[in-house]
């Protein structure tokens, strides 16, 4: 299965504005199961752009942590080193209001981060099913290395902003999905007042994306 990812127009222009003020890296975590929940914490059908509840998130025996990209540039690691991801996006009304995401590697490496309220919905995704973004906050590595990259510009600055996009959930009639992917995309360095307020207006920094299966 081939996997593309396609900026956005403003996130080209907003990245290139940033380039010599902050770094982006992604995340990029596929074949993820997803399981729709209700606001009690039951399995639910979901709700689509307006669902109440949350999806809940976690790791397979397919799952893998496919790439790290520093400033879109893949790092080319391991295959194979997933160990387990949890994560909960929760939601009213379609709009986002809080949740969680863990990634532990094979050799221990940890990452966490918070979900923040207020910011992100779930938005249809043509062919695909849904996707959700969103921004995050209070991101923590336990390492300098992650997957065997070197991140310390980013260890060395955390606690991180960023943000999330959940995409190619295409759930079936009980709300579960065995094959979607979310990118977490974390910023390191100083971004200027005026911009960082752009980026939170454009959600996912900018950088939403997408993904077509070939």
Do not use: Y
């Not at 909960?88 to 995401?101: A, P, R």
């Not at 999330?164 to 065995?178: R, T």
């Amino acid at each position: 299965m081939v996997k593309n990812f396609v900026c956005t127009a403003g996130a080209l222009a907003l990245t290139a504005g940033l380039a010599s003020a902050a770094g982006i890296m992604q995340l990029d975590v596929n074949s993820l199961n997803a399981q729709a929940l209700d606001s009690g914490g039951n399995t639910t059908v979901f709700g689509g752009t307006t669902h109440t509840g949350a999806i809940r998130l976690s790791h397979s025996i397919n799952s893998s942590l496919t790439e790290v990209l520093l400033n879109s540039v893949g790092q080319n690691i391991a295959s194979g080193q997933l160990a387990t991801f949890t994560g909960t996006i929760n939601m009213v009304l379609g709009q986002v209001t809080g949740g969680s995401f863990a990634l532990t590697l094979n050799n221990t490496d940890t990452f966490t981060t918070n979900i923040m309220s207020g910011f992100g919905q779930v938005n249809t995704q043509a062919g695909q099913g849904f996707s959700v973004d969103g921004l995050t906050f209070n991101g923590v590595f336990s390492s300098t290395t992650f997957a065997g990259v070197n991140i310390a510009p980013w260890f060395n600055t955390q606690p991180l902003d960023g943000s999330f996009i959940n995409f190619a959930f295409n759930p079936n009639a009980n709300g579960f999905d065995s094959d979607a992917d979310v990118d977490i995309f974390l910023r390191t360095g100083i971004i200027p007042t005026p911009l960082a307020g752009g980026m939170a207006g454009l959600g996912l920094f900018g950088l939403a994306a997408r993904r077509r299966r070939a």
